[in-house]
């Protein structure tokens, strides 16, 4: 985003659609993005509407990060792509934001989110893939992602709880333990 820039003018500047030709002209003769009825519904949609006169670092990070989301979504796409996106939420935003992408699916837009936040991914999601160190340990609905023993030995735990925290000893990371926790072909595939 933008920080120098208001709420609105960031997600103008996603909206805009104008002709490749006309960005020189813009150098000389600048115009402004009009707002379009996407933007209008997106705003609408993520409760965006009283933050709009606002710059983001002025937003909590909650609101801020629906702003990101609302710049990807004025863009019409077929599929959305979230990098962590409850990273440093709490409670009300994580819930806020499983509502949201929950949302973004059931207007027929695919959603590929990248989360450590299981019971989020498992709450929201209707496939998970999961990843143990860069490998595919498990794929299939929830509720097949619960009971599967990969997924509990690396994140779940012994009883197939989803907090989010990993099994077993925090201090050690999940992985092969027939591999030593520093061993260079494990800390390779973390690479890549």
């Known amino acids: 985003m ?13 909206a805009d659609r104008q002709a490749p030709s006309r960005y020189p002209l813009d150098l000389v003769w600048p115009t402004r993005q009009a707002p379009t009825e996407v933007m209008g519904d997106v705003v609408e949609r993520l409760g965006l509407e009283s933050h709009l006169d606002r710059r983001p670092s002025e937003l909590d990070h909650g609101a801020a990060r629906l702003v990101g989301i609302a710049r990807s979504m004025v863009t019409e796409p077929f599929v959305v792509f979230l990098d962590e996106p409850a990273a440093g939420l709490g409670v009300a935003e994580r819930e806020e934001l499983r509502n949201v992408i929950t949302g973004i699916g059931a207007l027929g837009i ?83």
């Open 110 to 192: 695919a959603v590929v989110l990248v989360e450590h936040d299981v019971p989020l991914v498992l709450s929201t999601c209707q496939r998970v893939v999961v990843l143990d160190f860069g490998r595919v340990i498990a794929a299939g609905t929830p509720e097949e992602i619960r009971g599967d023993p990969a997924v509990i030995a690396a994140y779940l735990g012994s009883d197939g709880d989803p907090t989010g925290e990993p099994a077993g000893d925090p201090a050690k990371p999940a992985g092969d333990p027939a591999k030593p926790a520093g061993d260079p072909a494990e800390q390779e595939a973390i690479r890549a």
């Open 2 to 14: 933008f920080e120098e820039m208001t709420v609105r003018d960031n997600i103008l500047v996603a």
